[in-house]
């Protein structure tokens, strides 16, 4: 898969993009990530990726022209300042999905997630500032996404974000496939309780059923704590009637 990140900040990456799986996954020639710096298509002297907003108010927005060359440039793989084969063109067919992060967008859950990891390439969009052109979402998302109902600094977090969801589910990155097979959100509840050694560790102790050998009981173990656990903190999960018959199910 490739990813390309759209930003005024590329350092903020340096870190998230050269640690655990996903720096092995770049390792592999799994992951390609190229970081663009948003400023590299500004066209005055002083690299201006913003300006006041039309009809006042508080804030910069960041303007429509920067970031819409950019993406072209970004989606044909011409460098900045050269000329796409056309406006809003990509050469060899569709543009990338291109995901632009806003308060508006869908909210990032795991379903998603896993449609974004069927994708070949990926193109992510960090905003800054007050807001962003309105044109942009136009002419260059083909998906809003939205982290969560709080507001952040800007979309370099949210990126980071998909960016760890998304190579985990991708192929040869997890050293066991079907280790996501459990975890919370894939069957519609909130993974079971996970425990390892010591045994016993101030007075509280592993449950025996997870000692016992019995694979069958494990299960149903688990299952009944993955739905009590669900029931108790994330109810909207659930059917109905409470069961996880009809409930949310990602993925």
């Not at 400023?39 to 508080?58: E, I, K």
């Not at 500032?129 to 136009?138: L, T, W």
């Not at 560790?201 to 019995?214: A, F, K, N, T």
């Amino acid at each position: 898969m490739r990813i390309d990140l759209l930003t005024i900040f590329p350092g903020y990456f340096t870190g998230p993009l050269d640690t655990s799986l996903v720096a092995s996954a770049r390792d592999a020639d799994i992951l390609d990530v190229r970081v663009h710096d948003l400023r590299d298509w500004a066209t005055d002297r002083h690299r201006s990726v913003d300006d006041a907003p039309y009809g006042g108010g508080a804030g910069m927005v960041m303007r429509a022209d920067v970031l819409v060359d950019a993406a072209e440039s970004v989606w044909n793989d011409v460098p900045p300042g050269a000329a796409p084969p056309a406006a809003g063109a990509v050469a060899g067919g569709a543009r990338p999905r291109t995901v632009l992060f806003t308060p508006r967008g869908r909210p990032l859950d795991q379903a998603l997630v896993r449609e974004l990891a069927g994708e070949e390439r990926l193109v992510l969009l960090c905003g800054r500032y007050e807001g962003i052109d309105e044109r942009v979402h136009e002419l260059v998302a083909t998906d809003e996404v939205s982290l969560g109902d709080y507001v952040l600094m800007g979309g370099e977090v949210a990126a980071a974000a998909v960016i760890e969801a998304v190579v985990r589910l991708l192929p040869g990155v997890l050293g066991n496939a079907t280790s996501t097979a459990e975890e919370s959100f894939e069957r519609g509840l909130l993974e079971h309780p996970q425990y390892t050694r010591p045994a016993e560790l101030r007075g509280l102790g592993v449950p025996e059923v997870l000692r016992s050998g019995d694979h069958g009981a494990v299960a149903a173990w688990r299952h009944a704590q993955a739905l009590a656990r669900t029931r108790a903190v994330r109810p909207d999960l659930l059917g109905p009637d409470g069961s996880a018959e009809g409930a949310t199910r990602p993925g």
